[in-house]
Structures are given as C-alpha cells and as structure tokens.
C-alpha cells in the first residue's frame, strides 16, 4: 500500500523569478537582416544596470549554474519574468517606455528575440521553468500572433505573457479603451495567464536625482492601476475566465486598496449620488464589486514577503498566494530561502504554506506537480524547519525585504 504520509519537505514553485539572454546570446535569435543593425548596437551598447555587471550576472541566463544555485537553495521550478536588456533596448522592457512607432519594428524584432531565446532556456529544464512572454500593444495583430506563437511553443509549464507597458499620457490607447479587446479574447480563448510585474506602466522621470527616488517610490503605484483599469473598463465583465496575476509589488495595499475601490464603486452606483451622475457609466454595467473581481480573477506573486505582510495572507485568501523567490535579484531570498519562509510562515500550518509555496503556483502556470515531487522531497525545505520561527537577532544580514526589521507588523 502507498504511504499517505506527507512529503517532509516543500516542493517549492518560485512564482517570481528573471532570467535573460546575455546580449550576444540574442544574435542567433533574430532575423539575418537584423544582423548589421544589431552588432553595432551591441558594440555601442552601455550596460546601465549594475546587477548585470556583477560577476553573478551569468544567474540570468547559464542553464546548469542556475539550476545548481536554485536547487542548492531549495527551489525546484520558477515562472521567469524578464530581466537582462534584449537587442535595440537602451533598458529591459520590463521597466521601458513603448516604442515609438519610428522605433517599433526594431523594438519588436528584439522582444521576439528575448522570446524564443526564452522558450529554448525553458526547454532546457524540462518542466521547471514557466516562461512569460512579451508583447507590445502598438500592433494588435503581432501580439495576438506572438500569444498564439508561444502557446503552441511552450510546453507547460507556461508563464503566459507579461501585460503591455502602458505609461499615462503614452502615444498608445489607456487599457480602458477597445484597441486591447483582440488581446484578451486570445488570452481568454487560449487560457493565457497575463502577469502585471512591479515596475510597469512607469512614465518618464529624467535623471534628476529626486526624480529617481519619486520613481522607486511611486513604482509599485504604476503597476497597481492596472487592477482597477482592467476591473471598471469591463474587461472581466466580458472575459471572467481572464487570469491574472499581480506580482513583486507587495501585498500590504491590497486590504484597504480593494476597501477603497469598493468604495468608489458604491458611490458610482449609489442613485442620486453626484458620483453616479457623473461618473458612474462604466460601474453600472458591472454585476460584481471590484473585490469580488479581483477574488475571481486575479493572484498575488508574492515575493520576499515583508514580515508586516505575511499575515495578510489569510485575509488575502491563502489560494490566491504565490510565494515568490525573485532570484537573482540582490532584493530576493537567495541564499536565505529557508530563513524567509521561517520569517513569513512558521505560524502558518503546513496545508496553508503548502498551497502558498507550491500547489497554487503549480495550478495557475500548469507545473506538473506529482512531477517535481521527488526533486523537491531531496533539496526542498524541511516542513519542520519552516515550522520553526526565525528570532530576529539571527535574521541574515542580506538586503532582502523578508529579513527587514522596520517592517515588523503593525496595527492598521
């Protein structure tokens, strides 16, 4: 007879991770004709990130060190944002402005390039790494082309595709508007997760030095309209089978922001109300209040939880929860993953962590978890261990936000 007893050790599904091609790895990738243009990019080309000329830079894109740092570290699969810069980029496109319509088809031949580099590092661990996708939003044809494109190429697991950066005021239609209708109907046909990653939709700040700090800090606020764009536009009126998830922008916003939404809502939809009269056609044709969408439709990639945070989770909904590694970022858990989940989970009972750390992440990108089973039950992280809170004096001295003091919890 098969034992029932459960694993002693987490299968753990990274939710957040960043991998790229190092800037020659893309040549192979695009078209002959792109060649020329490409090599004097690349020669001219100025690194402004500092991680990606660190000497660990190889993280983001050599297959078997990253599988032996990630496994040394109790990580068995992650979903994969973008993170090195791809051909014609001054930046990753993660945090970049559209192109321009002068500037688009380079643009575009680089993040094609970024993509089928990807679904070839994808491959190379078979069903451990989720892939997401990029798509731009000037050019509806190519990017429901490119969805179509990657779901047939990824096997699963398939991270789906990270939503097009669309900065206030840009040259392209705000979410709200009818231009993105072909792209949800392709990702609600296809079952196509879109991701919403910290750091998109960021408008122009310049290179003032009080500029860069407004941007680190209003980061996460740009990323966070997205919600109640798609949720008042009606796009989950039309799509409810549309999934989401909202990942490495903390989850401490997320009570009271979905409270204040629901607020508005009220008011939107209150008769006589001076909120209705002039604001409230696009509340009234929604059937549900914005939590209510959000509870349907969305998931949290939840990386490095913030002590303050981890609570919050069960309000949140423990199924609703991704935990996330965000490796290699200096602001992630490596090499403390196990340190992080003590901080973040020792009260939690183990079903729960279990559906924060694994199963959850496993179901929304298609991980085969039955699978993965057996190498997490070798390098995973012992369920006692979790289970063992973490006293702040032996916290590491690292810069991830899971071990900072300031952020102990708080009453509301």
């Known amino acids: 007879m098969a034992s029932t007893t459960a694993p002693e050790r987490y299968t753990i599904v990274s939710a957040d991770g960043h991998a790229g091609g190092d800037i020659q790895d893309y040549r192979s990738y695009l078209a002959s004709r792109w060649h020329d243009d490409f090599d004097a990019w690349a020669d001219a080309y100025v690194n402004p990130f500092a991680d990606l000329l660190l000497p660990w830079a190889y993280r983001n894109w050599d297959n078997a060190r ?99 950066s669309i900065p206030p005021n840009s040259h392209l239609p705000p979410l709200w508007e009818d231009h993105y209708e072909p792209l949800w109907q392709v990702c609600a046909e296809l079952d196509v997760p879109v991701n919403i990653h910290g750091g998109s939709a960021l408008p122009d700040y310049g290179e003032h030095e009080a500029a860069r700090s407004m941007m680190l800090i209003e980061i996460p606020w740009f990323s966070h309209r997205s919600v109640w764009h798609l949720i008042f536009s009606g796009v989950l009126e039309r799509h409810p089978t549309l999934r989401f998830a909202v990942t490495e922008q903390g989850v401490a916003w997320l009570p009271r922001g979905l409270e204040t939404l629901d607020w508005f809502y009220g008011r939107m939809t209150l008769a006589d109300a001076a909120e209705a009269n002039f604001f409230g056609a696009a509340a009234a044709k929604m059937t549900m209040k914005p939590s209510e969408y959000f509870a349907r439709n969305f998931w949290i990639g939840a990386s490095f939880l913030r002590p303050s945070e981890a609570p919050l989770c069960r309000d949140l909904g423990i ?56 190498i997490g039950d070798r390098i995973g992280p012992l369920v006692s261990d979790v289970a063992r809170p973490l006293p702040q004096g032996e916290w590491p001295k690292t810069t991830c936000n899971a071990f900072d003091p300031t952020q102990m919890l708080r009453a509301w």
């Open 319 to 374: 199924g609703h929860v991704m935990w996330g590694a965000d490796y290699p970022h200096t602001e992630g858990s490596y090499p403390y993953t196990t340190e992080a989940l003590r901080v973040a989970f020792a009260d939690y009972a183990e079903p729960d962590v279990r559906t924060m750390v694994e199963s959850t992440a496993a179901a929304f990108y298609g991980f085969d978890l039955d699978a993965l089973r057996p």
């Open 66 to 164: 990253r599988l032996e740092e990630t496994e040394s570290n109790g990580i068995v699969a992650e979903v994969l944002f973008p993170n090195t810069v791809p051909p014609f980029f001054e930046e990753g496109n993660l945090v970049a402005l559209p192109p321009s319509p002068e500037d688009y088809e380079r643009r575009w031949a680089g993040v094609q390039a970024h993509n089928r580099w990807l679904a070839d590092f994808c491959a190379a661990a078979p069903g451990r790494r989720a892939g997401i996708v990029q798509v731009f939003a000037n050019d509806m044809d190519d990017a429901v082309a490119e969805v179509r494109w990657a779901k047939e190429t990824f096997d699963a697991p398939f991270g789906g595709i990270l939503l097009p």
